[in-house]
């Protein structure tokens, strides 16, 4: 059912509460929990399943593996619709368009982030995070940080 570990804007194993959810992000809020623990920072790469973390190339893996995970970070702002971007894909298969096209921009964020990595950068990373909740089509991040790797699509 669905596209596996690939959530689909239409994905029909999510349900209209979890679209809502998943849609303000407020099913983020328990990984709080997580970040008082120390398995999450608050800033970094997303978690990733084996099957999303294996399209990336061995180089970006090693950025990806030696960094904590976070609830937010340059990824996950940048690609805040990535569902949206699946079906602007003329791709079939969402996994090829993942390991084609969405995998290499995202290393290529999170290398940029890795060598960036600062308190300043985080906290736009934060401050952004919340202004994409409200605003989710604001294209801010790109003007905060104008030497991010430029968009292939």
Do not use: C
């Not at 979890?18 to 920072?41: A, C, W, Y």
């Not at 702002?77 to 084609?100: A, C, M, Q, W």
């Not at 096209?101 to 960036?116: F, M, R």
Request: no cysteine; net charge positive.
């Amino acid at each position: 059912m669905g596209s596996g570990s690939i959530t689909l804007r239409k994905d029909p194993r999510v349900l209209p509460m979890g679209h809502f959810l998943r849609k303000t992000k407020i099913n983020e809020l328990p990984q709080i929990i997580n970040v008082i623990k120390g398995d999450l920072s608050i800033v970094g790469p997303r978690p990733l399943v084996d099957q999303t973390f294996d399209a990336y190339s061995p180089h970006i893996r090693a950025i990806i593996y030696n960094s904590k995970p976070g609830i937010t970070g340059i990824g996950s702002l940048v690609f805040r619709d990535e569902e949206g971007l699946f079906e602007t894909s003329t791709e079939i298969d969402p996994h090829v368009f993942y390991k084609n096209v969405i995998a290499p921009y995202k290393g290529a964020l999170e290398e940029w982030y890795q060598k960036n990595i600062s308190f300043s950068t985080d906290f736009k990373i934060i401050f952004l995070t919340a202004l994409a909740i409200i605003f989710p089509q604001s294209d801010l991040v790109y003007k905060w940080f104008p030497t991010l790797p430029k968009r292939p699509f």
